[in-house]
């Protein structure tokens, strides 16, 4: 795992303790404060039902926070929304697509929708990047890993600042799995900002610069992986397996 210097310190996302609920007084994200600096790797723990698919959603701003305040990029979620869509790709845990188009004609939709310049060019380079070649097919053939790599290469074709990744491992073979773990990499390198959510903490524990770990939709821990292991030699799925069960106690 880097360090966190590794990364600018100034945040691209900003949670004040924000609160969501679905049910009335069951709150599924519960007073979460929150800082992401720009140009982290940032992975978002938790177990099922925790809130890691409803902060992700309020980022991607297809839920508004009931309480509190989040910021992303300097834009405030409930103001005006394109902004922080424009600088947004979201890759959803269950990708949905209109599967009599083809790879290429669904990506040229997004392109028209972001209005990307070279978008053949930018196009090419990603499917590279991601082992992809089955653009002229149609959706409906791809398996799901296929789509999977579909859903980050639209996401990322508008070259956003911020990638949000839903469980993105699911499903991908490993040759998969290792292409999109550099993409994150080189991602951040290049100065933006990731933010994805995981039961694969192996995963975790190698790609992040932090993690955050969330239960009942409260925040146990965000910081780094040394600062949590403080001097230990624990991995990174036993002090989460030691911070839930605490928290469950």
Known sequence: MDSLSACDTSPMVTFQNVSKSYVKGKKAVDGLT???????????????????????KMMASLLLPDAGK????????????????AMVGYVPDEPLFYDKMTGRQHLAFICDVYRVEE??????????????????????SYSHGMKQKLSVISALVHQPKLLI????????????????????RRYAQEGNTVF?????????????????????GKLLYSGTFQDLQK???????????????????
Request: proline content about 4%; charged content about 25%; overall charge negative.
């Open 196 to 216: 994805f959510s995981t039961h694969v903490l192996e995963v975790a524990q190698e790609v992040c610069t932090l993690v955050g770990i969330i239960d009942h």
């Open 34 to 56: 929150l800082d992401v600096p720009d140009g982290a790797i940032y992975g978002f723990l938790g177990p099922n039902g925790a809130g890691k698919s409803t902060t992700i």
């Open 165 to 184: 990744l839903d469980e993105p491992m699911v499903g991908l073979d490993p040759k998969s799995a290792y292409a999109l773990k550099t993409m994150m």
């Open 231 to 249: 001097g230990s030699d624990r991995t990174l799925e036993e002090l989460f397996l030691s911070l839930t069960e605490r928290q469950n106690a």
């Open 70 to 85: 989040l910021t992303i990029g300097g834009h405030e979620a409930g103001g005006d929304v394109l902004p922080i869509k």
């Open 119 to 140: 978008r053949e060019k930018r196009i090419g380079e990603l499917c590279a990047l991601l082992d992809f070649h089955a653009l002229d097919d149609e959706i409906a």
